[in-house]
């Protein structure tokens, strides 16, 4: 059994779980080309103040879908290919989640140095890159709108649940993780408006 593949998967679980929440929201589907993945610079800018424009950033939302496509389909071969070599039969992405879980299988050597290189501190799947991924779908589809940044941390949350309800038991701790680090980099957000908000009235 591989624990680094496991990992992987479930990062994945975790993130397009929410995604597709968001997808309910009206972005639509977008169809990926076999890139490589991009690394998107924060909308929330070091300055402290919300610098993102009350609007949807529509060339940011479509880049940040094509590229998980990418990736999610990437993994999803890696995974297939894996069952297939053990005649494995998945019939739903809920099959294939809960057949990682159980860890009934085991992976070649090639998977499981890809696994460990995507979930490693600055792989694609690490804490890092998906946390920063997820915010960044959230700010681009909220526009930095308060109101409808907390829909989006709902829709996180909604997503961690149903990703640990496909995986039939608790998340692997690089998803907890990633969960706790998405979840601060909302509150972080929020407070930075309250910060501006307490800064002009007193300036007033």
Do not use: C, H
């Amino acid at each position: 059994m591989s624990v680094g593949a496991i990992q992987s998967g479930a990062s994945y679980s975790a993130y397009d779980a929410a995604k597709k929440t968001s997808d309910k929201k009206g972005t639509g589907d977008v169809t990926a080309k076999n890139e490589q993945a991009a690394v998107y610079e924060s909308s929330v800018k070091s300055s402290g103040k919300n610098a993102v424009t009350k609007k949807t950033d529509s060339a940011l939302v479509a880049k940040l879908k094509a590229d998980s496509e990418n990736r999610i389909n990437q993994m999803q071969s890696l995974v297939e290919k894996m069952f297939q070599k053990q005649g494995i039969t998945i019939g739903t992405a809920d099959d294939m989640w809960k057949q990682l879980a159980s860890g009934n299988f085991t992976a070649d050597a090639e998977t499981i140095a890809q696994a460990k290189e995507d979930i490693s501190e600055d792989g694609y799947w690490g804490v890092n890159q998906t946390s920063d991924r997820i915010f960044d779908f959230a700010m681009a589809l909220s526009g930095g709108d308060e109101e409808k940044m907390q829909q989006m941390k709902d829709a996180v949350e909604k997503g961690f649940k149903l990703a640990t309800k496909s995986w039939g038991k608790d998340l692997p701790d690089i998803s907890n993780k990633t969960y706790d680090s998405v979840m601060k980099k909302f509150d972080d957000f929020f407070n930075r408006g309250k910060d501006d908000t307490t800064a002009a009235g007193t300036e007033a």
